[in-house]
Structures are given as structure tokens and as C-alpha cells.
């Protein structure tokens, strides 16, 4: 059974205000399901705060076709969405505390560091498939980039994919 929170509306389970503060601390913005650039941003945001250390443990992500994805986070995603109001009501009686905040740095600075020509969906969904594949590839820089490649062919600029590893490696992210 979930915590609850209860609002002049409707119960509001915590576990989904700690994604929507993440989301929107990283971000700044409230979350949205409105089109699939948001829901991979959605996703990529969550999978990299898991690896940062946050409590996401209900979520496992594993390789789909916009790489890491987790059904179970893309249901919070829904969920959110519904209670958009009643959350964005309560994220003002609720802020991370600055231990999270601090585990979200290298996160908030990878998504600051997106090239002007480069949609946040797609520089977030590169860093977290270049980040998957390097655990798929044992630590491999040479094998991550080629199976990104061959994975992802829209990734296949090699100055894009540099930059993308510079940052994760900057962040110390990898």
C-alpha cells in the first residue's frame, strides 16, 4: 500500500510527486504526455535519476527502440498527468531536499549542456543510450559508439556522439 496525500480533490500517492519534483527540478517544467518527445524526455529523466541514486527501485529499465524505457515509469507518466493539477498544488508544499538535489547535479548539468541544435528529447534520449550501452558493453567506449550506431543510426554524428560522451564522462555519469 502507497502513501498518500490527501488534497481537497483527491489522494495523491507520494510515489508519484517524487518523479513529478524530479521531472520539474531538472526540467522546469511539469511533466506532460501530450506527444512522445515529452514521454521519452519523461523516461530518460527517471532512468538517469535512478542510476543517481534516487528511490525509482519500482521501475527496472531495459533497451527499447528510444532506448532505456520502463513500462511501470511510463504509467506514473499517465498518472501524473491526470493529477496534474492537485500535484502541481502540493509541489509547493514539497521540495526535494538538498541531498537529492545534489544527486541530481551531474543530471541537471547534462540536460543544461543540450546543443542549440538539438531537441531535449533527443540529446537526453543520446546520453541515456550511450550510457545503457556502455554497461551493455562492459566499459567499452569503442563498442558503445558502434553498437549506438548500429542501434541508432540518427546518432550516427560522430562530433554529436563526442560531445554526448564528453558530458557523461564530465558528470562523471559514466
Same mark, same amino acid.
Request: net charge positive; hydrophobic share 35%.
Given at each position: 500500500?502507497s @502513501?498518500? =496525500?490527501?488534497t481537497?480533490?483527491?489522494?495523491i500517492?507520494?510515489?508519484?510527486?517524487l518523479?513529478?519534483l +524530479?521531472?520539474?527540478?531538472?526540467?522546469?517544467?511539469?511533466? &506532460?504526455? @501530450?506527444? =512522445?518527445?515529452?514521454?521519452? #524526455?519523461? $523516461?530518460? =529523466?527517471g532512468?538517469f535519476?535512478?542510476k543517481?541514486g534516487?528511490? #525509482?527501485?519500482?521501475?527496472?529499465?531495459s533497451?527499447y527502440?528510444?532506448?532505456?524505457? &520502463?513500462?511501470?515509469?511510463?504509467?506514473?507518466?499517465?498518472?501524473v498527468?491526470?493529477?496534474?493539477?492537485?500535484?502541481?498544488? $502540493? &509541489?509547493?508544499?514539497?521540495?526535494?531536499?538538498?541531498? %537529492?538535489?545534489?544527486?541530481? +547535479?551531474? #543530471?541537471l548539468?547534462?540536460?543544461?549542456?543540450k546543443?542549440?541544435?538539438?531537441?531535449?528529447?533527443?540529446?537526453?534520449?543520446?546520453?541515456? &543510450? +550511450?550510457?545503457?550501452?556502455?554497461e551493455?558493453?562492459?566499459?567499452?567506449?569503442t563498442? %558503445?559508439? =558502434?553498437?549506438?550506431?548500429?542501434?541508432?543510426p +540518427?546518432?550516427?554524428?560522430?562530433y554529436?556522439?563526442?560531445?554526448?560522451?564528453?558530458? #557523461? %564522462?564530465?558528470q562523471?555519469?559514466?
Amino acid at each position: 500500500m502507497s @502513501a498518500v =496525500i490527501k488534497t481537497e480533490k483527491h489522494n495523491i500517492a507520494v510515489e508519484l510527486l517524487l518523479p513529478y519534483l +524530479i521531472y520539474k527540478y531538472v526540467v522546469g517544467e511539469e511533466p &506532460s504526455n @501530450a506527444n =512522445i518527445s515529452y514521454r521519452i #524526455l519523461w $523516461q530518460k =529523466i527517471g532512468y538517469f535519476a535512478k542510476k543517481l541514486g534516487l528511490p #525509482l527501485n519500482n521501475y527496472d529499465f531495459s533497451w527499447y527502440k528510444r532506448g532505456p524505457y &520502463s513500462s511501470n515509469y511510463t504509467s506514473v507518466l499517465y498518472k501524473v498527468c491526470n493529477d496534474s493539477d492537485d500535484l502541481n498544488q $502540493q &509541489s509547493f508544499n514539497f521540495e526535494l531536499n538538498d541531498l %537529492t538535489k545534489e544527486k541530481l +547535479i551531474p #543530471l541537471l548539468n547534462a540536460f543544461r549542456a543540450k546543443p542549440p541544435k538539438v531537441s531535449e528529447s533527443h540529446w537526453m534520449e543520446l546520453l541515456a &543510450s +550511450i550510457d545503457y550501452l556502455y554497461e551493455v558493453n562492459n566499459g567499452d567506449k569503442t563498442k %558503445t559508439l =558502434i553498437s549506438l550506431t548500429r542501434l541508432k543510426p +540518427i546518432y550516427s554524428d560522430e562530433y554529436l556522439k563526442e560531445m554526448a560522451w564528453n558530458v #557523461l %564522462t564530465n558528470q562523471k555519469m559514466i
